[in-house]
């Protein structure tokens, strides 16, 4: 186990990007950057992959359901709301071409308020990962950029909502320092039999706090 600063960690994923080796020494640029207009159909397709997935019974209402999701997408993109972001991670690779650049994962980050929150604090929505690009550490590079982007507004905890049946999720969440604060419309849910919405909360560490990671990069 390596201990390794927060702030530092922070500011690895900061930088505009980082390489990583593939098998046939070609080098692949991973970033993680703000959302563009250009990257709104990826967006909405990696969305629809993680929500809507084709083995659903509703899978003849995708694109549908993609439609709006690109819609919302670029209206949040467009609105001028000053603690919104939305990330994205590209993995940028030189083909014979040019360099070839694919968006791989997104989350979004904003203030949420609620009757059970005293104040807005920062909230993650709308994490996902392609599903070919899963279990690479995609996810928790969002989670952390998420954290870095929480301090500069000068909060020092954050907040996101995870369903009870999605297992792999919940062991992100629970294994990057989030804990469960209390379940949404636990009796709706249970009367038809939906899964349960979790809310999960964290204090975010402040500079020169010693956080524990498995390697410089964990997996997702």
């Not at 702030?7 to 505009?16: A, E, R």
């Not at 969002?142 to 982007?149: F, S, T, Y």
């Not at 905890?157 to 209390?182: C, F, I, M, P, T």
Request: net charge neutral.
């Amino acid at each position: 186990m390596i201990k390794v600063d927060s702030c530092f960690i922070s500011y690895l994923l900061s930088n505009p990007s980082d390489s990583e080796a593939t098998g046939d020494n070609a080098a692949i640029a991973v970033e993680v950057r703000l959302a563009q207009s250009q990257d709104l159909k990826s967006l909405a397709e990696i969305l629809t992959d993680s929500f809507f997935p084709t083995a659903n019974y509703w899978s003849f209402l995708r694109p549908i359901f993609k439609l709006g999701i690109y819609e919302d997408l670029r209206g949040r993109l467009r609105g001028d709301t000053p603690y919104y972001h939305c990330l994205v991670v590209s993995q940028t690779s030189v083909t014979a071409t040019g360099p070839q650049e694919i968006i791989v994962a997104t989350a979004e980050i904003g203030l949420k308020s609620s009757a059970f929150l005293a104040v807005p604090i920062p909230y993650i929505s709308n994490l996902a990962v392609s599903p070919d690009r899963r279990r690479a550490g995609l996810a928790r590079r969002l989670l952390l950029k998420c954290e870095q982007i929480a301090r500069e507004w000068g909060f020092e905890e954050l907040s996101l909502h995870v369903l009870d049946n999605n297992l792999a999720a919940q062991s992100l969440y629970l294994s990057s320092g989030y804990r469960l604060q209390k379940t949404d419309g636990w009796l709706i849910n249970w009367l038809f039999n939906r899964p349960q919405k979790l809310f999960l909360h964290k204090k975010i560490s402040q500079c020169g706090d010693r956080i524990q990671v498995s390697g410089l990069w964990s997996e997702d």
